[in-house]
């Protein structure tokens, strides 16, 4: 919390960014009423963060159209996600009191604003988790993750030299906008943020493609497998689990999930190719690197790692200390774990979330033995989304509610958290990722998980 508080007091001290074409900095529609609420007076509920570990279902304003290209958004599906427990937590830096979270949401369109030009009311759409404006260098590409011109932070940008795109739900340091995790959503520029669901598919198999089906996807194909390689995964939370399945369809010949507990159990009635590795079963001297190693042929290490689990969570008794001391803001127990794992030139990719700076990095690894250490960056939801719809939802090549476990109400989402983030059990099973459903949402599709009460 001292360094939220600091980064907080920092971004005054610098001056917040003047390069966003949108209006950002509105986490909660009812912190500046007059401007930002909708003239009805209307309220609805939504999940605000309200401190360390402490977040609350509040009732708020609903908001309205700020720029000419926001729309506003009826929400009928949202979800959790590993990455939420890091602003649980407050290791996110610049989170304010009140701000409304979730980065993750479908809906149907209720207004539009003047500049418009590819929805109209009552459409059925996804939101990319990143805000994007749709004309710059780097939106020309799609990498729409690193748009330059949605997000004032300036914390991030002397943190990482650029800025990442504006987040829906993720702190101040990610523009400060007000989340998904709330009956509805101001959508900025929504032409490049939004994609249409297809009548056909249901909101249930459209979520996801927010996030974890497209920062998965991007994981895998930004990494890159070839033909026949052997990919170890670390964590299968949902965007583990899914890079998994990824890697078969790319053509992985063998893929190692590391993790432990009912996820691997979980995993493999998933994915009942995939072959586990519980870390926590394995002694010190021989490490999940050295359990790989015997695990592949010619006992060389793998071709690929992939990271999907995080830096904020260290393992061991140092890193702990150093992370809690401020030396450092992320472990590289795992980094370092991938890099012994790996073969001579082989690849790692990292996608869990690292947010600034680790200690005892083995550079001479990577250098010495040719290892390609690539950051995979917030996956770029503009690249991928079309081509996961309609190329492997739509004709079934995968199943987005593979990774559904739980149906949850918004109602119960403040009591979720700390379920979620202590990886607890709900009626029997661990939670992989809920669908939370509003008092807009359609009845459950077929297949989906029956409705928990908390
Ligand atoms: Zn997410
Ligand atoms: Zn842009």
């Known amino acids: 919390m001292a360094m939220n508080a600091a980064s907080n007091k920092a971004e005054q001290a610098l001056g917040h960014g003047e390069n966003t074409k949108i209006h950002d900095e509105i986490s909660n529609p009812g912190k500046q009423e007059s401007k930002y609420a909708d003239p009805s007076g209307e309220k609805m509920k939504a999940l605000a963060w309200m401190g360390k570990n402490h977040v609350e279902l509040v009732e708020t304003h609903k908001p309205r159209i700020v720029d000419d290209k926001d729309v506003i958004v009826k929400v009928t599906g949202t979800t959790i996600c590993g990455s939420d427990r890091h602003l649980f937590h407050g290791a996110i830096l610049q989170l304010q009191k009140g701000d409304i979270l979730g980065h993750e949401y479908c809906g149907i369109i209720e207004k539009t604003g003047p500049a418009v030009k590819n929805f109209k009311v009552g459409d059925r759409v996804v939101a990319s988790f990143q805000i994007a404006c749709g004309d710059c260098e780097f939106c020309d590409q799609k990498l729409s993750s690193v748009c330059q011109h949605t997000n004032g932070s300036t914390v991030e940008n002397t943190l990482y030299g650029n800025r990442t795109a504006g987040m829906l739900g993720y702190s101040h340091f990610t523009g400060g906008f007000s989340g998904g995790q709330s009956e509805y959503v101001r959508q900025p520029i929504a032409d490049f943020n939004l994609l249409k669901i297809p009548d056909e598919v249901p909101d249930e198999k459209a979520l996801y493609l927010s996030d974890v089906l497209c920062t998965s996807y991007h994981c895998v194909v930004d990494t890159g497998i070839k033909e026949g390689d052997v990919v170890a995964v670390w964590g299968l939370g949902a965007v583990g689990l899914l890079a998994c399945q990824w890697a078969f369809l790319k053509g992985a010949g063998r893929v190692i999930g590391v993790d432990s507990g009912w996820r691997l159990d979980f995993a493999k009635e998933k994915v009942p190719k995939l072959e586990l590795l519980d870390f926590k079963s394995i002694d010190m001297k021989e490490g999940v690197s050295g359990r790989l190693h015997k695990m592949t042929k010619n006992g060389y290490g793998v071709d690929v790692s992939l990271e999907c689990a995080s830096g904020e969570f260290a393992k061991g008794f140092i890193h702990k200390a150093m992370i809690a001391t401020g030396l450092e803001t992320d472990t590289s127990e795992i980094l370092n774990e991938m890099i012994l794992a790996t073969?001579?030139?082989?690849?790692?990719?990292?996608?869990?979330?690292?947010?600034?700076?680790?200690?005892?990095?083995?550079?001479?690894?990577?250098?010495?033995?040719?290892?390609?250490?690539?950051?995979?960056g917030q996956a770029p939801v503009k690249m991928h989304w079309e081509t996961i719809m309609n190329d492997y939802i739509i004709p079934g090549k995968l199943d987005p509610m593979m990774v559904m476990t739980h149906r949850i109400k918004l109602e119960d989402i403040a009591k979720l958290y700390p379920l979620f983030d202590q990886q607890a059990q709900i009626d029997g099973r661990g939670i992989e990722k809920p669908y939370i459903e509003t008092r807009f949402s359609q009845p459950a599709c077929k297949g989906s998980p029956a409705l928990s009460v908390l």
Not at 343 to 364: D, H, L, V
Request: no cysteine; hydrophobic share 40%.
């Open 343 to 376: 073969k001579p030139f082989g690849r790692i990719g990292i996608t869990g979330i690292y947010a600034g700076f680790t200690n005892n990095f083995n550079i001479g690894a990577i250098m010495e033995t040719g290892i390609r250490f690539i950051g995979n």
